[in-house]
C-alpha cells in the first residue's frame, strides 16, 4: 500500500512539475502544442502549414513580412523598395546590421546582405544553381505562384540593394514575397556546408535571422527554440519556445487543461463549448482566410447557363450547413474571397434561400427531371469539415427542387485529378485558402482563364471578369485595384460558377497566461511578440 | 539444432522477398501518386507532374522500378522518404526504439498479468474468478482502442491528474538522445526526476497497449491450461501426492506454454498494429505513427522501407518463438530434425 502511495505520489510530482514548468525552465518557455511534424525546416522545399510554423514563421525572415494578425504588409529585411514606372522592376533596400543565426556548426562572420537574398531565390529559380537540387528540388510555391515565368532576373545592384526584374508587371508581387517560400538563408552557411560535403544540412538545421533558433528537433515528440539575443527587432519576450507535437486534437485539448501546454491549433469543434466555459482558457476567434464552394462544370448543360446556376444555388440553405457542418464555427458566404480580404464587397447580395423561387425558375428555363452529380471531398479541410455530410444536405435541398443527386467521391490525389477535368460530370465541393492575402490569389488562380482545367474547377472563363482581374495585376495604386476586384466579384456573383458556401472561422483556445497571441490570417502560429504572465 | 535454425532460416528468406513484393506492390496499388497530394488544391500542370514523378524514377515500369529497388536493398538502401528527403532507414531507426520500448513494456505486463489471470481462471474454473477473468479479457479484446486510450486519459490525467497528458517526458527534461530508449536515456543523463518522469508517461500507454494482448494471452492460457490439466500425466502426478502448486507449475505450466508462446509471438505483430493507434492518441513518436503518415502521403519509400523492417521483425520473433518451442519441448526440436 505504502509503494502505490509512493508511485502516485512520484505521478504527482511529475505533473506538478510540468504544471510549474516556467519556474523549472531557464527564463519564460511558452509550449505550444503542435499537430503534426515538419516535413523539413526549409519552407521553400514543402507546403503544409505545420512544416511553416516550425521553420519560416520563427527562423526565418522575408525581405517583406505580413503584419502580426493582420494581411498588411510590413518592411522586414528590405527597409523599402521602389517600382519602375513600367511596373516591370522592384528595387529593394536591404536592412544593415541583421545577424543570423550561431550555432554549433556555423559561426557568421558577416551580416545579412544582397548575397543572401540572390542566394535563397536564384536556388529556386536558376536549374543550374548548385543547390536547385539539393534535397528534393522541388519547389512547389515559387511554381504555383508562376514566380518562374514572372520573373526574368535577380541583380545584385550593391551589397545592400537587389533588383527584381519581372517579365510582365505584377501588382501582387510584394505579397508573394511575405510568404514562406520566399525567406531568406545564409549563403555563407550553405557555402561552408557546400565545402563541408554536406549541402542539404541548411535544410534540416536551418540557419536565418529570425526570432527564434533551433535548439533540437526530435521526429514526431518535441521542436525545442530558444529566442534569438540579437534579433534585429530586439529579443522575443520569451526565452524558450517548445513546440510539443501532439496530432489529436483531444489530447491536445487534454494538455492544454492539465497546463501541458499553453497554445493549441485546431480544436475539435465539439469541445468548444467547453473551451468557453473553462476558466483558464482564453478562446480566440477570427475569419479563416479561406472560402468553400460547390463549383458547377460551367462547359456542360445545363450548367453552362448562369440563370440555371443561380436557381440551383437558391435552393441551398447555408444556414442549415453551417449550424450542422462547421458546428458553428463558419460563416456563410457570399463572395469568392473572404471578409478579411481588402477588396472585400459586403454590397454584393447573396442568392436567397427560396427553394419555391428555385423550382419555378428551373421549370421556366425547361430544366426538368435534372440528375447531377455532387463530389464529396474525402478529406477534412478549414473550409469544409465534412464534404459527405455536406453533400448529403445539398441532396436533400436539390431534391426539394426536383433536382436528382447522386453523390461520388474519390480518393483525394485522384478526386484533384479527375475534378480538373474539362468535361467533368457534376459539381465538385471544393475550396480554397489564401496564400499571401491579396485578392489576386483567389480570383485569378482560381476563377481566371489561366485556371481552366486546373485550379478553375468550374471550368469558367468570363472575359468581362478575366479583363477585370487582369488589369487589376498590372496596377499599383491599391485603390484602383480594390475598385476593379469590387467589379470582379458583382460579376462573379451575376454569372454564379460556384455556389459560394461557406468561411470556416478559426478558434484558437490560449491558457489565460498568455499575453498578446494573435490568430494568424494565414492559419500559422507566429511567437515573437507573445508573452507570458 | 542448427539444422533445426537452417531450416527455419530458409523459409524465411523466402517469406522476406514476398514481403517486398508486397510492400512494393500495396502502396503503388492505391490510387493518387506523391506529386499530386503535395500539390493539393492548388493543383499541377501535367507536365510538371511528369517532371516530377520522372525526377523520383516513378516514371519507368514498374518491374524496373523493382529491380531498382531490391538492387538498392542488396546495397542495404531502403531508400530516401519522398516527403522528408531523409533515408528511410535512418528515420525507421530514430523512431523505433520509442515503438520498442511501449511494445516491450506493453507484453510483459500483458504475459505478467495474462499468464497468471489464465491460470487461476483454468484452475477455479466455473466459479466466479473464472467469470470475472473471463468477461473481463472480452471486454478488453473488445475494446476500440482509441475510446480506451482517451477514457483513461481523461480519467488519470484530466480529473485526477495523477499521469501525463501524453509524450514521453516531461518537456522540462532535455538531452540528447542514446539509445533511443527514453528510460535507459533519462538514466544515462543523471538529471533528477528524468526516469521517474519517463517511467510516468509510459504507464497509460503500456496499458492502452497491452490490453488486447492481455485478454488473448489469458484466454489462451486457460483454455491450454484447461486441456493440459485433464491430461493423464497431470491425474497420475495428483495420484502421485504432488501438491497442486507442483503439479500446475511444472507438470501442466509447462506443456500448456507451448500454444501460450505461439500466441505471444503472434501478439507481436498485433503489438505493432495496435501501435499505430496508441501512438496517435499519446503522442509517442513511434513507427506506427510514421508509417500511417507515409501511406496517406504516399510516400512511397517510406511505406514500402518502413513495412519490410517492420515484417523483418516480426518475422525474426516469430523465428526465435520457433526456437524456443524447443527449448520447452525438446521431442519438438528433435521431430523437426
Same mark, same amino acid.
Given at each position: 500500500?505504502?509503494?502505490?502511495?509512493?508511485?502516485?505520489?512520484?505521478?504527482?510530482?511529475?505533473?506538478?512539475?510540468?504544471?510549474?514548468?516556467n519556474?523549472?525552465?531557464?527564463g519564460k518557455t511558452l509550449v505550444f502544442c503542435s499537430e503534426g511534424?515538419p516535413?523539413?525546416f526549409n519552407p521553400a522545399?514543402y507546403t503544409a502549414g505545420t512544416t511553416f510554423d516550425a521553420s519560416s514563421r520563427q527562423v526565418f525572415n522575408g525581405l517583406v513580412k505580413f503584419e502580426r494578425g493582420t494581411t498588411k504588409i510590413m518592411p522586414a529585411l528590405a527597409e523599402s523598395w521602389?517600382?519602375?514606372?513600367?511596373?516591370?522592376?522592384?528595387?529593394f533596400h536591404l536592412r544593415k546590421g541583421v545577424k543570423f543565426h550561431?550555432?554549433?556548426?556555423?559561426?557568421?562572420?558577416?551580416?545579412f546582405?544582397?548575397?543572401d537574398v540572390?542566394?535563397s531565390?536564384?536556388?529556386?529559380?536558376?536549374?543550374?544553381?548548385?543547390?536547385?537540387?539539393?534535397?528534393?528540388?522541388?519547389?512547389?510555391y515559387?511554381?504555383?505562384m508562376?514566380?518562374?515565368?514572372?520573373?526574368?532576373? !535577380?541583380?545584385?545592384? *550593391?551589397?545592400?540593394? $537587389?533588383?527584381?526584374? /519581372? +517579365?510582365?508587371?505584377?501588382a501582387p508581387m510584394i505579397a508573394n514575397l511575405g510568404m514562406d517560400f520566399a525567406v531568406i538563408f545564409?549563403?555563407?552557411?550553405?557555402?561552408?556546408?557546400?565545402?563541408?560535403?554536406?549541402?542539404?544540412?541548411?535544410?534540416?538545421?536551418p540557419v536565418g535571422t529570425g526570432p527564434f533558433q533551433l535548439v533540437?528537433?526530435?521526429?514526431?515528440?518535441?521542436i525545442r527554440y530558444k529566442a534569438f539575443p540579437d534579433y534585429w527587432e530586439g529579443k522575443a519576450p520569451l526565452d524558450n519556445l517548445i513546440f510539443a507535437i501532439?496530432?489529436?486534437?483531444?489530447?491536445r485539448?487534454?494538455?492544454l487543461?492539465?497546463?501541458?501546454c499553453h497554445v493549441m491549433p485546431y480544436p475539435?469543434?465539439?469541445?468548444?463549448?467547453?473551451m468557453?466555459?473553462?476558466?483558464?482558457i482564453n478562446l480566440l476567434k477570427k475569419e479563416g482566410l479561406n472560402v468553400?464552394?460547390?463549383?458547377?462544370?460551367?462547359? !456542360?448543360?445545363?450548367? *453552362?447557363?448562369?440563370? $440555371?446556376?443561380?436557381? /440551383? +444555388?437558391?435552393?441551398?440553405?447555408?444556414?442549415?450547413?453551417?449550424?450542422?457542418?462547421?458546428?458553428?464555427a463558419?460563416t456563410?458566404?457570399?463572395?469568392?474571397i473572404p471578409p478579411t480580404i481588402w477588396s472585400y464587397?459586403?454590397?454584393?447580395?447573396?442568392?436567397?434561400?427560396?427553394?419555391?423561387?428555385?423550382?419555378?425558375?428551373?421549370?421556366?428555363?425547361?430544366?426538368?427531371?435534372?440528375?447531377?452529380?455532387?463530389?464529396?471531398?474525402?478529406?477534412?479541410?478549414p473550409y469544409?469539415?465534412?464534404?459527405?455530410?455536406?453533400?448529403?444536405?445539398?441532396?436533400?435541398?436539390?431534391?426539394?427542387?426536383?433536382?436528382?443527386?447522386?453523390?461520388?467521391?474519390?480518393?483525394?490525389?485522384?478526386?484533384?485529378?479527375?475534378?480538373?477535368?474539362?468535361?467533368?460530370?457534376?459539381?465538385?465541393?471544393?475550396?480554397w485558402t489564401g496564400d499571401n492575402g491579396d485578392p489576386d490569389n483567389f480570383?485569378?488562380? !482560381?476563377?481566371?482563364? *489561366?485556371?481552366?482545367?486546373?485550379?478553375?474547377?468550374?471550368?469558367?472563363?468570363?472575359?468581362?471578369?478575366?479583363?477585370?482581374?487582369?488589369?487589376?495585376?498590372?496596377?499599383?495604386?491599391p485603390?484602383?485595384r480594390t475598385?476593379?476586384?469590387?467589379?470582379?466579384?458583382?460579376?462573379?456573383?451575376?454569372?454564379?460558377?460556384?455556389?459560394?458556401?461557406?468561411h470556416s472561422v478559426v478558434y484558437q483556445p490560449v491558457r489565460k497566461e498568455v499575453i498578446d497571441f494573435r490568430i494568424d490570417p494565414f492559419g500559422g502560429n507566429i511567437f515573437y511578440g507573445v508573452d507570458l504572465k | 539444432?542448427?539444422?533445426?535454425?537452417?531450416?527455419?532460416?530458409?523459409?524465411?528468406?523466402?517469406?522476406?522477398?514476398?514481403?517486398?513484393?508486397?510492400?512494393?506492390?500495396?502502396?503503388?496499388?492505391?490510387?493518387?501518386?506523391?506529386?499530386?497530394?503535395?500539390?493539393?488544391?492548388?493543383?499541377?500542370?501535367?507536365?510538371?507532374?511528369?517532371?516530377?514523378?520522372?525526377?523520383?524514377?516513378?516514371?519507368?515500369?514498374?518491374?524496373?522500378?523493382?529491380?531498382?529497388?531490391?538492387?538498392?536493398?542488396?546495397?542495404?538502401?531502403?531508400?530516401?522518404?519522398?516527403?522528408?528527403?531523409?533515408?528511410?532507414?535512418?528515420?525507421?531507426?530514430?523512431?523505433?526504439?520509442?515503438?520498442?520500448?511501449?511494445?516491450?513494456?506493453?507484453?510483459?505486463?500483458?504475459?505478467?498479468?495474462?499468464?497468471?489471470?489464465?491460470?487461476?481462471?483454468?484452475?477455479?474454473?466455473?466459479?466466479?474468478?473464472?467469470?470475472?477473468?473471463?468477461?473481463?479479457?472480452?471486454?478488453?479484446?473488445?475494446?476500440?482502442?482509441?475510446?480506451?486510450?482517451?477514457?483513461?486519459?481523461?480519467?488519470?490525467?484530466?480529473?485526477?491528474?495523477?499521469?501525463?497528458?501524453?509524450?514521453?517526458?516531461?518537456?522540462?527534461?532535455?538531452?540528447?538522445?542514446?539509445?533511443?530508449?527514453?528510460?535507459?536515456?533519462?538514466?544515462?543523463?543523471?538529471?533528477?526526476?528524468?526516469?521517474?518522469?519517463?517511467?510516468?508517461?509510459?504507464?497509460?500507454?503500456?496499458?492502452?497497449?497491452?490490453?488486447?494482448?492481455?485478454?488473448?494471452?489469458?484466454?489462451?492460457?486457460?483454455?491450454?491450461?484447461?486441456?493440459?490439466?485433464?491430461?493423464?500425466?497431470?491425474?497420475?502426478?495428483?495420484?502421485?501426492?504432488?501438491?497442486?502448486?507442483?503439479?500446475?507449475?511444472?507438470?501442466?505450466?509447462?506443456?500448456?506454454?507451448?500454444?501460450?508462446?505461439?500466441?505471444?509471438?503472434?501478439?507481436?505483430?498485433?503489438?505493432?498494429?495496435?501501435?499505430?493507434?496508441?501512438?496517435?492518441?499519446?503522442?509517442?513518436?513511434?513507427?506506427?505513427?510514421?508509417?500511417?503518415?507515409?501511406?496517406?502521403?504516399?510516400?512511397?519509400?517510406?511505406?514500402?522501407?518502413?513495412?519490410?523492417?517492420?515484417?523483418?521483425?516480426?518475422?525474426?520473433?516469430?523465428?526465435?518463438?520457433?526456437?524456443?518451442?524447443?527449448?520447452?519441448?525438446?521431442?519438438?526440436?528433435?521431430?523437426?530434425?
Open positions: 500500500m505504502r509503494k502505490t502511495k509512493n508511485l502516485i505520489a512520484a505521478f504527482c510530482g511529475a505533473t506538478l512539475l510540468l504544471a510549474s514548468m519556474a523549472g525552465a531557464a511534424s516535413e523539413g522545399l521602389d517600382l519602375s514606372p513600367d511596373g516591370k522592376e522592384y528595387t550561431t550555432t554549433k556548426k556555423f559561426t557568421p562572420t558577416r551580416d546582405n544582397a548575397d540572390l542566394f531565390f536564384m536556388r529556386q529559380f536558376d536549374p543550374n544553381h548548385p543547390f536547385h537540387k539539393i534535397s528534393g528540388g522541388n519547389y512547389e515559387f511554381n504555383s508562376s514566380m518562374q515565368t514572372l520573373i526574368k532576373d !535577380i541583380v545584385k545592384v *550593391d551589397d545592400y540593394t $537587389v533588383k527584381f526584374i /519581372l +517579365n510582365r508587371p505584377e545564409s549563403a555563407e552557411y550553405a557555402d561552408n556546408m557546400m565545402k563541408a560535403g554536406t549541402p542539404e544540412v541548411i535544410d534540416f538545421e533540437m528537433y526530435q521526429k514526431d515528440a518535441v501532439t496530432p489529436d486534437a483531444s489530447v485539448y487534454q494538455k487543461k492539465a497546463g501541458e475539435n469543434p465539439a469541445d468548444l463549448e467547453a468557453k466555459q473553462d476558466p483558464d468553400g464552394f460547390l463549383a458547377y462544370n460551367t462547359r !456542360i448543360p445545363p450548367f *453552362d447557363n448562369p440563370k $440555371v446556376r443561380k436557381a /440551383l +444555388n437558391m435552393a441551398i440553405n447555408k444556414e442549415s450547413i453551417i449550424k450542422a457542418i462547421f458546428q458553428g463558419g456563410v458566404a457570399k463572395n469568392p464587397n459586403d454590397a454584393v447580395v447573396d442568392d436567397p434561400y427560396d427553394p419555391v423561387a428555385s423550382k419555378k425558375a428551373l421549370e421556366k428555363l425547361g430544366v426538368t427531371d435534372l440528375e447531377m452529380k455532387i463530389w464529396a471531398m474525402p478529406v477534412q479541410r469544409n469539415p465534412n464534404a459527405r455530410r455536406m453533400a448529403e444536405m445539398l441532396q436533400a435541398d436539390f431534391a426539394e427542387v426536383g433536382v436528382k443527386v447522386e453523390i461520388v467521391s474519390y480518393e483525394w490525389g485522384e478526386y484533384l485529378k479527375r475534378s480538373k477535368d474539362l468535361n467533368r460530370d457534376g459539381a465538385v465541393l471544393l475550396g480570383l485569378a488562380v !482560381i476563377l481566371g482563364c *489561366d485556371g481552366v482545367g486546373s485550379a478553375n474547377r468550374s471550368q469558367w472563363c468570363y472575359q468581362p471578369f478575366e479583363d477585370l482581374i487582369q488589369k487589376a495585376k498590372i496596377v499599383a495604386d485603390a484602383e475598385k476593379l476586384y469590387k467589379e470582379a466579384q458583382v460579376i462573379f456573383k451575376a454569372q454564379a460558377p460556384w455556389a459560394t458556401i461557406a | 539444432m542448427f539444422l533445426y535454425l537452417f531450416k527455419k532460416l530458409a523459409v524465411t528468406i523466402p517469406t522476406f522477398f514476398g514481403v517486398t513484393l508486397v510492400a512494393f506492390i500495396f502502396i503503388r496499388l492505391l490510387p493518387g501518386d506523391p506529386v499530386l497530394l503535395m500539390a493539393g488544391e492548388r493543383g499541377i500542370s501535367d507536365e510538371r507532374h511528369a517532371v516530377l514523378m520522372a525526377e523520383m524514377g516513378f516514371d519507368k515500369p514498374i518491374l524496373v522500378q523493382y529491380g531498382y529497388y531490391l538492387a538498392d536493398l542488396a546495397h542495404g538502401d531502403f531508400g530516401t522518404s519522398i516527403i522528408t528527403k531523409r533515408p528511410v532507414l535512418e528515420e525507421f531507426a530514430t523512431l523505433f526504439p520509442a515503438t520498442m520500448e511501449l511494445s516491450i513494456c506493453a507484453m510483459l505486463l500483458a504475459i505478467l498479468l495474462g499468464l497468471p489471470a489464465g491460470m487461476i481462471a483454468a484452475t477455479k474454473r466455473g466459479t466466479a474468478i473464472d467469470h470475472t477473468v473471463m468477461t473481463t479479457a472480452l471486454a478488453g479484446y473488445s475494446m476500440p482502442i482509441f475510446w480506451w486510450g482517451l477514457l483513461l486519459i481523461i480519467f488519470f490525467s484530466g480529473t485526477l491528474g495523477w499521469t501525463p497528458v501524453s509524450g514521453r517526458i516531461s518537456l522540462l527534461y532535455y538531452f540528447e538522445p542514446v539509445t533511443g530508449f527514453m528510460l535507459i536515456d533519462s538514466l544515462l543523463s543523471g538529471q533528477e526526476g528524468a526516469f521517474q518522469s519517463a517511467l510516468s508517461h509510459l504507464i497509460l500507454p503500456t496499458i492502452v497497449l497491452a490490453t488486447i494482448p492481455l485478454a488473448v494471452i489469458a484466454r489462451q492460457t486457460r483454455s491450454a491450461m484447461l486441456e493440459v490439466l485433464s491430461e493423464d500425466y497431470v491425474r497420475t502426478a495428483r495420484a502421485k501426492g504432488l501438491g497442486p502448486q507442483r503439479v500446475i507449475g511444472l507438470h501442466a505450466l509447462r506443456n500448456a506454454m507451448i500454444p501460450v508462446i505461439t500466441v505471444i509471438g503472434l501478439q507481436v505483430g498485433v503489438l505493432f498494429a495496435g501501435a499505430i493507434l496508441t501512438e496517435t492518441i499519446f503522442s509517442w513518436p513511434g513507427i506506427g505513427k510514421w508509417m500511417v503518415e507515409s501511406i496517406f502521403r504516399r510516400d512511397y519509400s517510406a511505406v514500402q522501407g518502413g513495412l519490410l523492417l517492420i515484417a523483418a521483425i516480426v518475422m525474426l520473433v516469430n523465428l526465435a518463438v520457433d526456437l524456443l518451442y524447443g527449448i520447452i519441448n525438446p521431442q519438438i526440436r528433435h521431430t523437426d530434425s
